[in-house]
Every structure is written in C-alpha cells, then in structure tokens.
C-alpha cells in the first residue's frame, strides 16, 4: 500500500498502462507541456515522449473522433477532455460514432478508446463547466461509465477501463484530485460493474457514487453518533455496467434506501435506480425510496450557495431520517 | 418523383453514345498507362456493378423491400472506383451515406450489401446499419455513415492510426459538398495538416446537399479552403475515371511518402434525387441532368475510352452490362431468400464483452430491460 493522491492514482494508472502497452496514447488539451490542466498527466510527456503523450489543439469534436477513428485500428488512445463538461462539442462523435460503430458495423468494429477527465460541480465555475453527464452517456447501449471516488478505485478501475474493448467514459472529479488515500502497488485491476460497500450498516442503505460517496460516508458518521442510526454506504463505482445485485443485497438487509447524486434529478441515473430497486426488492422496502440530487437548476455560481445547490452531509443527513420516517 | 417512377432502364442504360469515341486525355498518364487492359475492364466492370445493383436496389425499394433511406451514387461512379482503384494494403477508407459506390468500389460483394438494404441478417452488417452503413474492415473500408460531416474525424483517426503504427499508407476520407461547412470538417483539417497526418479529404461535389446549390450553401472554392490550414488542395474531373485515377495519385503518394494531407474536390453529378424520396423536382431542371447524361456519363466516358483505345468491343461493353444485371438480380434473389434477423439478435454487436462472454473481465448488468 502507498498513500498518494487520486491525481497520482490516476496518474499511475497512465504510466502502468503506457508502460505495459505500447498501442496505449494519452491526448487532450494541455497534457504534455502544460503537464494537464490538473496536472493529472503531469511527467508523462518527459517519461514517454511527444509520440505517446500529445498536446492537442482545443478541439474536442476533431481528437475525440480522431482518437475514435485511431481505436478503430487498434490504437488505444486514452483522451482527456479537460472538463466533461465540453463532451457537449463532441456529442456526434462520443455518443452517435464511438456508441454505435460496433452495432452498426455487425459487430466488425470495436472502439478500444478511453475518454477521461472531471465531471462535477463545486467549484464555483457556473453552469457550463459543471455538468455531470453520466447519465447521458449511460442511457447509450454500447458504452461503459465509471465514476471514482477514492484514489484505489481511480487507479484500479481506469487501468481495467485502459484495457476495455468497448467505449469506456472516465468520470473524474476535480475537488477529489488532492484527496489522499491508500492505493496498492502494482498492477491491480478494479473490474467495472462491481460496486463496493464503503460502509457496513443495517437501518439505511444509501446508494451513491463520486464525491457523493464521500458526503454520504461523513453524514453516515453524523446519523451514527447523533441519531444512533446505522447506515450502509453503497459506492456503484460504475454506472454501466451496473452492479444491481449489490445494491439489492443492501436493500434486503436494511429495507430503506437514499439515492445520492451529484446529478440534476430529472432522468438521473437515480431515476434508473429507483426503479430497478422497487421492480426487482419492492417486498423488501419497508419505506418510498427516497432521492437526494443537485437542486434543480442549473449550477449556480455564487460560492456559498452552491454548496447547498449540490448534496452535502448536512443535506444527505436530513434526507436520511425523512427516509427513516 | 420523375426519374424514379421509370423503370431502371431510364439513365444510362442505352444513353447515345457520347460522339466522337476517342481515349481520354487522362489515359495517358503513367498511373493508367500501367494499367494492363484486363484492369481497364475491371474498372468498367466495377462501374457498371455499381450503376446496375443500384439500379436493382431502387426497384426493391420502390416494392417496399428496403426500408429507411436510399442514397443513389448513380452519376457519381468514377468517383468511388477511380479513388479505390489506388488502394494499397495500407490505405483506408471512409465515406459518408451515400456509400455504395465504394463499398462495391473497395470489393465487397454485391450479396451481402443487397441483404443489407433488405435488412437481412446475411448483410454486411446483419441488418443493423442498413443503406447508410456499410462496413468492410477486412478491406479497409470503415463505413458509410448518416451524419454529414461526421465522419471525417474518423478518416483523420485513420490517418493518425497508420502514422504511430509506422505505415507507410492513406487514408481517404470521402465527405459530400454538403459537409464541408461542419465544423468537425475544420476541426479535421486543422489536426491533419497541424500533425502532417496521411489523409486525403475527397470532396465528391455533386452541386448538391440535398436541394441547396453549392451557390445558396458554400462560400468560395471548396478545396481552396485547404489553404488556410497550409494544406495542398486542387480539383478533379469526376467524369472521367483516368482522370480521377491521374488526379488522386500524386496526393495519395504525398500521403503515403510524405504523410502529407492534401483536400482534392472532384466534380461530379448525381442523377437520382438526394435519397429516393427526394421528388427532385423543386431545385434543378430535368434538362440539367439530362445534359450532364448526354454528355458526361462516367460510364459512357470510360467505355468511349476504352473502345477508342481498343480494349474494349461493343459486345464485351454488352456483356460486361447483362453480367452487372444478372449478378445483381441474383443479389436482389439472395437478399429475398435470406432470413431477418431475430429480435433475440437486437443485442449482440453492442458490446464486445457481451458477444465474447468468456473473456468478460467485467460485472455487473450491460443491458437494461
């Protein structure tokens, strides 16, 4: 085990898989030079040379379909946008050509490519650059979502997604790139779709993923020591695939469940958990499932109210005991 | 819907032959003077397949046995068969919708594509793509694809694909008139002349996206736009298949050599509508067409040619045209006999760890039903 940054997991992640294959690049806007915007990708360019690590113009429809096209002949280029946020341009590209390909070429064509790089709000930068967008491209048969909140999950699920052959969409967060956290050596993978219990407890299951796990497990501590209230914390780690059956287990074990997202609620990737977990658990629900998701609008900029625009543990603390009601 | 309501024999079938029968000016050049004359009739015969199986296609289509969308080449033939003619094992291709032409032009069968218009699972791509998506990877051929414009990131992928991996080869990125005011077409010329990357962007202008003019839709020359990116640019009559042939293969050596990337416009023509339900009537005059048939018909030109230079006889140019008609009414047969997908197959080909399920190396539910 080594303590280090979800910046330097990720980061580790890239140098392994750079390392270990020779068809893996790195390309996006300032990670060469610049040493990334966020410095993820920061002594890439010096270890590896221009040929791996490629400094590309802002021009996220162009290198995202160029990567796309790269992938389709073998390359397997890893692509940072510097915020998800600017999929928005490179919508035709990312969700009709690197969802598609495969299907409409009857399954001749595979599209090898990762695309990285933060998705969140919190950091006071207005509506544009604070999208979370995974449940846009989940709802894309033919795609993979992961979303990471501790540094161990970051290394070890982009180093499975590096080695993916399908279309894998890497959903970082900016506020999580200095958090510290134990991180094992090596060459250990994360399979995606398998979700991880960050906290054992038998009153509340609360179902959550990205900086969100992180709220959730805080307000967990605040329900335990001042509500003497045990809540199980269910951090998804991929949106799709998706590890339903973990979430159901949680579910048959407390009987009441909090959705938590860093997610705008209407057609929220809780929309979809919501109905899977009454579908498929509704004898066990002792209770409505109950949803904490970004405040409806779009982000706000003002700093201090922008925190209560987005879950948090206070707010995740008050949804819990409505859902215990 | 004038030209589509007549039965194929319509356009070109006995058109007048253009006067007077005499070689290309074209055919001089040493990239077709290399050619032996049994590959000057594979060319001829290549056209001629498409023009018939299209021709086929719409006949099908007009009995309801093709759904969706159809996007005729006819008129266009020279343009795909000239470009995939140069092909080396190292170059690739990509097009935009209007894709048949250079899906028969890079050698797929016409079997397979008929199957797929039909939306049979012995298609190209077992029903899933239809008319618009056509794809070969066996033959460098990475589709056919329904958004304008939104291919040619891809070509440039290609290009970019075979400089890291150190080939020596092009890519060709074929777009329509129509798509070179998308953004993702700049963006693309930005990144292959930025990274001298091998991509041949092929304008095939048929003065036409959908029913605007290159006049109401495009400001300046089309290629010359290359020269704000630095790039080499010129223009090619796509009338004439040596011509093309001439034409393309200065910029696809510049590729392959230099991995330089260059934007050539062809000019050529369709004869049918933008799709076949295109009534064709609203933007162009019925004698433009028929001007363009008369005089410039890219099979009449090329078989002119060849029968001036002696390698082609009147009744193997007839032969040549009844074999192109039988094989596609064999396709035509095939495409009927052949079964429909079943729903149970709506979820293979969507994700490869799902069709290769014992090397899953994930978990966790793919599908969402």
Known sequence: ????????????????????????????????????????????????????????????????????????????????????????????????????????SGGQINCPIVIRGPANGGTNVGATHSHTPENVLANHPGVKVIVPSTPADAKGLLKSAIRDNDPCFFLENTVLYGNIGEVPEGDILIPLGLADVKRAGTDLTIVTYGRCVLHSLAAADLLEKEHDISVEVVDLRTIRPLDIDTVLASVTKTHRVLIVEEQKPFSSVGSQLAYMIQREAFDELDGPIHRLATVDAPAIYSPPVETEQLPNPQRILTAALAALE | MPLVSQPAASISDQPAVIPPARPSPAASAPINTALAPTAKIALLRTMVRIRRFEERSLRAYQAKKIGGFLHLYIGQEAVAVGCCSLMGKNDHVITAYRDHGHALGVGMEMNPLMAELYGKSTGCSKGKGGSMHFFAPDK??????????????????????????????????????????????????????????????????????MGTSQARSSAGELARRAEGYGMAHGVIDGHDLYAVRAGMDAYLRAAREQSKPAVVEIRTYRYRGHSVADPDSTYRSKAEIEEYRRTKDPIQVFQNSLLAEGVLTAALAEQIDNEARAEADVSADFAEASPYPTPADIQSDVYWEADNPSQRKSQGRLFFD
């Open chain 2, 140 to 209: 460098n051929y990475w589709g056919g694809h329904g958004i304008v414009g939104g291919q040619i990131p891809l070509g440039v992928g290609l290009a970019y694909g075979i400089k890291y991996k150190g080939l020596k080869g092009a890519a060709m990125a074929f777009m329509g008139d129509g798509a070179v005011n998308q953004g993702a077409v700049h963006e693309s010329y930005n990144l292959a002349a930025l990274w001298s990357l091998p991509c041949v962007f092929v304008i095939e202008n048929n003065g036409y996206s």
């Open chain 1, 1 to 104: 085990m080594s303590l280090i940054t979800y910046r330097e997991a990720i980061r580790h992640a890239l140098a392994e898989e750079l390392t270990r294959d020779a068809n893996v690049v790195v390309l996006g806007e300032e990670v060469a030079q610049f040493n990334g915007a966020y410095k993820v990708t920061e002594g890439l360019l010096e270890k590896f040379g221009p040929s791996r690590i490629v400094d590309t113009p802002i021009s996220e429809a162009g290198f995202i379909g160029m990567g796309l096209g790269a992938s389709m002949l073998g390359v397997r280029p890893v692509m940072e946008l510097m915020f998800w946020s600017f999929y928005s341009v490179a919508f035709d590209q990312i969700l009709n050509n690197a969802a598609n390909v495969r299907y409409m």
